[in-house]
């Protein structure tokens, strides 16, 4: 299976559409009149549509088990023609628009299968998509490109006795999500670190480093006096998400805000926690700069 193991849970939403086309108005009649002899069309298939949608792991090798929160299962009659629609929905890390289509399949096989003794031209058509929510799907990128600066803060990356990684992990996944970055390497120190909070030019600024316990450890003591605003929000999804991976994010001093009208952010320096930091928070929290842009026109 495809690791999921560093996504959010989030509400995922799909709806799938199946269409059965029969041949004749009477199976049409037959069918709203209940005199189908296996059955009530609608009922049957209805049950058999809740069994697909749960059992789409057990028949679809790579698909994960998650838990199924709602299962809406709708039929419209047009001509001769029964469009079915089929929507699911779970709280959880990957989507479940291949429950939907896997449900819609079976409403509309059951519905062959039923009616096939009284309509030999009855067929299946058009099962797909119609539309997914939640995840990724859910994100709308800002329409302007917004620019980044990384800073590492350690005392021995900047002499140069260390490599850096967890910087250019951060730098990684902010390229691929669209924005400008720069790169910068400074010692621990709060006169630096302040300097680079108070003259920031860029839309986001991302410190990685100095965010534990230790006497060195003076990036959040530093920036949390200097922002306007703190995403206390984002700071607990940070701690929460990485708390679920490892028993010691509890440790760690993340800091989010704003200053400004500019976003900055505290990680921790090891590679590990920037990447668990940018997956709990990324790309979701760009939506921050929409609504600042907002603000700002009001």
């Keep these: 299976m495809v690791d999921i193991t560093h996504k959010n849970n989030t509400l995922r939403v799909a709806t799938a559409q199946a269409i059965v086309k029969t041949s004749s108005e009477n199976t049409i009649a037959m069918i709203k009149n209940n005199e189908i002899p296996k059955g009530n ?19 679809l090798p790579d698909c994960h088990p998650l838990p199924i929160e709602y299962t809406g299962i709708d039929y419209e009659i047009d001509g001769l023609n029964i469009i079915i629609s089929m929507t699911v929905k779970t709280i959880y890390k990957t989507g479940v628009e291949v429950e939907a289509m896997h449900g819609a399949s079976i409403v509309a096989l059951t519905m062959y299968d039923m009616l096939k003794p009284v309509d030999k031209g009855v067929e299946i058509s058009t099962i797909k998509l119609l539309q997914k929510t939640g995840g990724k799907s859910s994100f709308k990128a800002p329409k302007e490109q917004l620019s980044a600066e990384v800073v590492v803060c350690s005392d021995t990356i900047s002499k140069g006795e260390k490599e850096d990684k967890a910087g250019k992990i951060i730098i990684s996944k902010l390229e691929a999500l669209g924005l400008s970055t720069d790169y910068v390497i ?40 200097l922002l306007d605003t703190t995403l206390q929000g984002v700071e607990e999804q940070i701690r929460s998400y990485g708390q679920q991976r490892t028993p010691f994010a509890m440790l760690s001093r993340s800091v989010a805000g704003i200053k400004n009208g500019k976003v900055i952010l505290a990680f921790p320096g090891s590679s590990n926690a920037a990447k668990e930091c940018m997956d709990a928070v990324f790309p979701h929290l760009l939506h921050v700069f929409e609504v600042l842009k907002g603000s700002r026109h009001d």
């Design 41 to 59: 069309v609608f009922e049957m298939a209805k049950a058999a549509g809740l069994l697909g949608v749960k059992k789409t792991p057990d028949l």
């Design 186 to 225: 400074i010692p621990d120190e709060a006169k630096d670190i302040a300097e680079l909070v108070n003259t920031q030019t860029a839309d986001l600024l991302i410190f990685t480093g100095g965010t534990g316990a230790g006497p060195r450890d003076v990036t959040p003591d530093t920036i949390r006096p």
